[in-house]
């Protein structure tokens, strides 16, 4: 063989060798490729307890708290002008309990103030009463009122309100009760230690006729 034809066979070799030397490099020197980082997992979400049920403490329910003071008013269906037109108020005592009622400024008094709110025709009427000036309340002016008693006042309201003109009246007592304790008072009641007490009497009608 001639140093010209090995020359060229080594030639072929060597690239050969080096094709393939570049290939496995390629196959085997490439750098694998760093594998996604992992997605963290959400946490779990803890499952909701519900809490455990708690029962309301039972609240034990008194007399007072059951029922109150109830108040009626009635008044004649008419009269004439110039005639007395009477008011009967009754206070009805609805709790389990004696209660002690000062009578200033109701009906239980008679007139002590202007102490109804009087319309004739939707006019207001006009009080011609007395105005009384009071000091500290003393014990006889209380009414004692016995669990499902009734105490009763009476009065005559031409002698205190405007009645000389023919119409419709519609009678309100506003209240409240100025005084309402369960325990009779030794001495004169303070202003300060007096408890007023809200009470809902229905509305009353009447019609003063011409004479």
Not at 93 to 98: E, F, I, K, M, Q
Not at 113 to 118: E, L, Q, S, T, V
Request: charged residues 20%; proline residues 13%.
């Amino acid at each position: 063989m001639t140093r010209g034809h090995v020359g060229w066979v080594a030639l072929c070799c060597l690239a050969l060798s080096g094709g393939g030397c570049t290939r496995r490099e390629s196959a085997e020197g490439k750098p694998p490729e760093p594998a996604a980082p992992a997605q963290p997992s959400a946490p779990a979400e803890p499952s909701a307890q519900k809490p455990p049920e708690t029962q309301a403490p039972e609240q034990k329910e008194t007399p007072a708290m059951a029922t109150t003071l109830e108040c009626k008013l009635s008044v004649p269906a008419s009269a004439p002008v110039g005639q007395p037109v009477e008011l009967l108020f009754q206070l009805t005592n609805r709790t389990a309990a004696p209660l002690y009622v000062l009578s200033w400024r109701s009906p239980l008094e008679r007139l002590g103030g202007r102490d109804f709110d009087i319309t004739r025709d939707g006019a207001e009427v006009a009080y011609q009463g007395p105005m009384k000036k009071r000091a500290a309340p003393s014990p006889d002016q209380y009414l004692a009122v016995a669990p499902g008693a009734t105490v009763e006042g009476r009065l005559d309201l031409a002698q205190a309100y405007d009645l000389s003109q023919p119409g419709r009246y519609r009678i309100v007592f506003p209240g409240p009760l100025m005084d309402v304790t369960d325990k009779l008072p030794d001495t004169a009641r303070s202003f300060e230690v007096m408890t007023a007490r809200p009470v809902t009497c229905a509305p009353v009608e009447t019609t003063i006729t011409r004479p």
